[in-house]
């Protein structure tokens, strides 16, 4: 008798991590797990002894805990609202008939390899507006496939694999990276209280990286991903484009194109009138644009769905596909039609991930590694591959690049300085680890939008959670691989990461 082999639904996988977490927590809280670890205070720039212990969640506060805070916790959960919003207006770009109309004009006469580079290219570069990529570009992703007769998990795939793996990849400053610049400043203080170091610190290796990343990643997703993808069964006939879909693709594009505009003038400091959506408090421009106090970093999911909802409307009454307000209506929710079960994942998820945060069993991992990295006596190559291989494990913990970050700097950087390595390629290191296993762990925000999207293509077997992950292993090997050779090749060779930065420091000089 052959014993048929059960697939956990995601739902169903999450349910289990949160009953594993609790039983884990529980032993760990039971033999006194903690960790001790050193932070910088940003004032005095001297060093911060801090404890921090697993909580037990199935004790009396930590079910109190979950039972007070699972409404909120989805409520407040980032990828929640994040998503029924950008779906609103992707469902009047579908309904209208726009995305259809445009994206088999881009695809009609392109080579599939192109589009693939094209697509990977723009999300890692999308990573410098923070996590709106992954509801941005995971549906143009699966959109661009699906119009271009192919498989559009194959789109999903490579869109979030380049969001995730290419999180640190940013030729500019993001708003995160200038968070952790900070933290990287004040470690580096600790030794020298002068050291400081510009915002264009890793411009050129992240520039040999995002295009070293584009390329390779297209390679695996067309050699490697699709063809395990099998074909996709389209449903819909192959569009002819007439002269009223083309018509309403010059209005649509030509209306989001005059919006994007008005919004760039608004995001630029210093001219009449513009400015506005900025944070003028802020010294750093990427703190103006992305800061907590930012009104274009508020409404930045806003300004993206009223750019689709202004296309979508532009195009539909061209074509006359919208003809009253009750069209309208209709097209603005089409996307939120069959949401039921992406409500209940999204559920299930921001409660893992609510009760492992309150566990603080990431954070106690980190912290130990934080010790154990204070510790080495290796120098060099040897530093590096030791210090990125640890941080890669925090990662799968601790995802947050800004938590993780504000304990390990006050080891790593004095670390990597002592070493004559520079803090700034200590922060890169830091990137490269947080980056490689990124993709792979549940514990990620927006990996629950990932599958959610797999779910809402899938066509064949049942999408289970560490399947989607399997889908990841060949990136995130590629990813270890980029990230190993150009560190170590430019550790080794010295050349400038980026204006005024070196791999090597001499402090105190």
């Known amino acids: ?5 059960i697939k956990l639904s995601p739902i169903m996988t999450f349910i289990v991590l949160i009953f594993a977490t609790l039983l884990i927590s ?16 940003k004032v005095t720039n001297e060093l911060v002894n801090n404890v921090v212990e697993v909580k037990n969640i199935l004790s009396p506060s930590g079910i109190k805990h979950i039972a007070t805070t699972a409404v909120s916790s989805f409520v ?14 992707i469902g009047i770009l579908e ?13 009609r006469n392109a080579k599939k390899n192109t589009l693939t580079f094209i697509l990977i290219l723009i999300s890692l570069l999308f990573s410098i507006l923070g996590d709106i990529g992954y509801v941005v570009m995971l549906p143009i992703g699966a959109l661009l496939f699906k119009y271009g007769r192919r498989n559009p998990l194959g789109g999903i795939i490579a869109s979030f694999a380049s969001l995730s793996f290419g999180e640190g990849i940013n030729i500019l400053l993001s708003s995160t990276d200038s968070s952790l610049l900070t933290m990287t400043t004040n470690a580096a203080k600790t030794l020298d209280i002068n050291y400081e170091v510009g915002i264009f610190f890793s411009l050129f290796i992240m520039t040999v990286l995002l295009i070293i990343t584009a390329l390779i ?3 695996i997703t067309e050699k490697r991903i699709m063809p395990k993808l099998g074909k996709y069964e389209h449903t819909e006939e192959e569009l002819v484009l007439t002269n009223k879909e083309l018509r309403g693709l010059i209005i649509g594009i030509g209306l989001g194109i ?15 009138l513009s400015g506005a959506l900025l944070d003028h408090g802020a010294d750093r421009y990427i703190d103006m644009l992305f800061g907590s106090n930012s009104l274009f970093n508020k409404g930045f999911i806003f300004i993206v769905t009223l750019f689709f909802v202004i296309i979508g409307l532009g195009y539909g009454f061209m074509t006359k596909k919208i003809k009253n307000n009750n069209d309208i209506a209709e097209s603005l929710g089409h996307s939120l039609d069959d949401i039921g079960s992406i409500l209940v994942l999204i559920f299930f998820a ?11 069993i990431g954070i106690v991992l980190t912290a130990a590694i934080s010790n154990l990295i204070s510790s080495l006596t290796f120098n060099g ?3 590096i591959v030791i210090v990125l291989l640890l941080i890669m494990l925090c990662n799968i913990f601790c995802p947050s690049p800004i938590l993780k970050w504000s304990i390990l700097s006050a080891s790593v950087v004095p670390l990597f300085m002592n070493s004559s390595i520079s803090p700034e390629f200590a922060q890169i290191v830091f990137t490269a680890g947080d980056s490689i296993t990124n993709g792979i762990t549940p514990l990620l925000t927006f990996f629950v939008i990932y599958i959610a999207f797999m779910e809402k293509y899938n066509q064949k077997d049942t999408i289970t959670l560490f399947g989607s992950i399997r889908y990841m292993i060949p990136y995130a090997s590629a990813s270890m691989l980029i990230w190993f050779v150009v560190l170590i090749g430019w550790y080794l060779i010295g050349l400038p990461i980026g204006i005024g930065s070196l791999p090597g420091v001499i402090y105190g000089a």
């Open 1 to 5: 008798m052959i014993k048929k082999k």
């Open 26 to 41: 529980g032993f760990l809280h039971f033999i006194n797990v903690q960790s001790q670890y050193s932070s910088v205070n």
């Open 76 to 89: 407040e959960f980032t990828p929640l609202a994040t998503l029924i919003i950008v779906l609103i207006g």
């Open 95 to 107: 309904s209208t008939g726009f995305t259809k109309s445009f994206f088999t004009l881009i695809t």
């Open 217 to 219: 990643f297209t390679k």
């Open 258 to 272: 005059l919006y994007a505009l008005l919004i760039i003038y608004m995001i630029i400091p210093g001219l009449p």
């Open 350 to 360: 921001s409660l893992f991930i609510n009760v492992f945060e309150e566990s603080n």
């Open 381 to 383: 190559i040897g530093l």
